[in-house]
C-alpha cells in the first residue's frame, strides 16, 4: 500500500441525521464512502485481529430464553449512574484522535452523546480539549478517562481540570501499554500523525508536556494516586481478570470496566464477555462493574448486563456515525440503539433493567 500523508487526508464534515440499519449495514457504508486510512483507524485492531473478532462473536453465541405471557408493554431503559438518571445503562467509550473521524472530533461525539441522554467518556488522547469540550455540552454527563503519563504532574494536571471542567467521575486506562493501531494502517505510513494535536497537552489550551510519553509501569499505587487527586469516583478500564479487578478495588478505584480495548491491546486475549462472569462474582457489591467490547446493538447490551455488568460501552458504531453524521450522526446511533436495548428487553420479556438476569441466556 501507498503511504498517505496527513495533508492529504480528507475529513468528514458531514453534519446529518442518519437512518440507522444496524451495525454493519453502517460499517459497510464507512467502508464505501470513507478514506481507506480513516476505515482503518476506526475498525484495524492488534496483530491479527482475533480477539476483535472474538469480542463479538462470544457475544451472539450467548443465546436467549424470552419469557412469554410476561404482561406489560413498555419497558424502561433508564437507570442511574453516579447520582445522575440517564436514558440507558450506556456510555460512548474513550476513543482517541477523532479529527481523524471528523473535523469536529469530539465536540461532535459529545454533542451527540448529550443529545441521546447518553455519558460521554472523554479521553485524555483527544484532540479536542477537555475545555472545549465541556463549553460545547454545558451540563452534560462527562467522564474523563486518563493515559497517565511518566509525569504524574502532568496528570494532577487533567484530572484537576475535569473536575473543574464538572466531569462526573474519572477512568484509568491500564491496558495500552502498546501500539494500538493495526499493521495494515501502520503500513500505509500511520495517516494520522500521533504528534499532531492532542488538545489537552496544548500549552495554548491550558495543557502541558506531551502525550506520547504514556507510563508503562503502572501498578495499584497509581491507581490511588489518581483517586487521591482526582477526587472523583474512578474507574479502572481494561481488566480482565478477577485478581486484578480486586486489586484495583483495593486501591480505592470504585469499580472497574471489564475490557480488552476492543481488541487493539494485546491480541489473542479472550473476548471480553467471556471475562465478565468470574468478575463479577469476585467484586460483589465490593465495587462497579462496566463493560465494553463488542457492543454492536442492543442485545448485546442486554446480554452483558444480564451477566452482571451495570453500565456497557459502544465503541466502533460510534465513530462510523461520526464519520457519516457528526453529532447529528452520533444522537441518531445512539437513539437507535436506546430503542434496540428498549426492543430487546421486550422481546426477552423483562421490563427492567435491574430484573436483567444470566437465567435468560445459555450458551
Ligand atoms: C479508534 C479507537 C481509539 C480508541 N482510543 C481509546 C483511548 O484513547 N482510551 C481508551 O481507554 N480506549 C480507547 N479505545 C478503546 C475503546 O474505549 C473501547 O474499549 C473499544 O472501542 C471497545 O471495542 P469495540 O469498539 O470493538 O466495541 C479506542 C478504540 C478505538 C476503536
Known amino acids: 500500500m501507498d503511504p498517505i500523508s496527513n495533508a492529504t487526508l480528507p475529513q468528514s464534515n458531514r453534519e446529518t441525521v442518519l437512518q440507522i440499519h444496524g451495525p454493519a449495514l453502517l460499517e459497510a457504508e464507512v467502508r464505501a464512502n470513507l478514506p481507506i486510512g480513516v476505515v482503518e483507524w476506526i475498525h484495524g485492531s492488534a496483530a491479527d485481529e482475533v480477539t476483535m473478532k472474538l469480542n463479538v462473536e462470544r457475544l451472539r453465541e450467548h443465546l436467549f430464553h424470552p419469557k ?9 431503559t433508564s437507570v442511574t449512574i453516579f447520582g445522575r438518571r440517564v436514558a440507558a445503562p450506556m456510555f460512548v467509550c474513550p ?23 447518553i455519558p460521554y467518556v472523554l479521553t485524555s488522547a483527544s484532540n479536542r480539549s477537555i475545555e472545549e ?18 509525569d504524574s504532574g502532568i496528570d494532577r494536571d487533567l484530572l484537576t481540570r475535569a473536575r473543574e471542567a464538572e466531569f462526573v467521575a474519572t477512568m484509568i486506562t491500564v491496558d495500552t501499554l502498546g501500539p494500538g493501531e493495526s499493521e495494515a494502517y501502520r503500513a500505509m ?31 495499584p499505587a497509581d491507581v490511588e494516586r489518581v483517586k487521591r ?56 457489591d465490593k465495587g462497579l462493574v462496566w463493560f465494553d467490547s463488542g457492543v454492536r446493538r442492543g442485545t448485546d447490551v442486554v446480554r452483558a448486563i444480564a451477566l452482571g455488568a451495570s453500565v456497557v460501552g459502544v465503541g466502533r458504531p460510534v465513530l462510523d456515525a461520526l464519520a457519516l453524521g ?13 430503542n434496540d436495548v428498549a426492543t430487546a428487553m421486550l422481546l426477552v420479556g423483562i421490563p427492567r433493567i435491574t430484573e436483567l438476569t444470566p437465567d435468560i441466556l445459555s450458551r
Open 68 to 76: 412469554r405471557l410476561a404482561g406489560f408493554s413498555s419497558v424502561d
Open 95 to 117: 476513543m482517541g484522535a477523532q479529527d481523524i473521524v471528523h473535523a469536529d472530533a469530539e465536540i461532535a461525539s459529545a454533542t451527540g452523546a448529550q443529545k441521546s441522554g
Open 133 to 150: 469540550v465541556a463549553k460545547a455540552t454545558p451540563g452534560a454527563f462527562h467522564i474523563f478517562a486518563l493515559y497517565s503519563n511518566q
Open 189 to 219: 505510513g500511520s495517516p494520522h500523525s500521533p504528534v499532531a494535536g492532542y488538545g489537552n497537552f496544548d500549552p495554548r489550551r491550558g495543557g502541558r508536556g506531551t502525550f506520547q510519553n504514556m507510563r508503562k509501569d503502572l501498578k
Open 229 to 284: 487527586d482526582s477526587k472523583l469516583p474512578l474507574l479502572v478500564k481494561g481488566i480482565l481478570r478477577p485478581d486484578d479487578a480486586l486489586r484495583a478495588l483495593a486501591a480505592g478505584a470504585d469499580g472497574v470496566v471489564v475490557s480488552n480495548h476492543g481488541g487493539r491491546s494485546l491480541d489473542g486475549a479472550p473476548a471480553a464477555i467471556d471475562a465478565l462472569p468470574a468478575i463479577v462474582d469476585a467484586v460483589g
Open 326 to 338: 457528526g453529532a447529528s450522526g452520533v444522537a441518531s446511533l445512539l437513539q437507535w440503539f436506546r
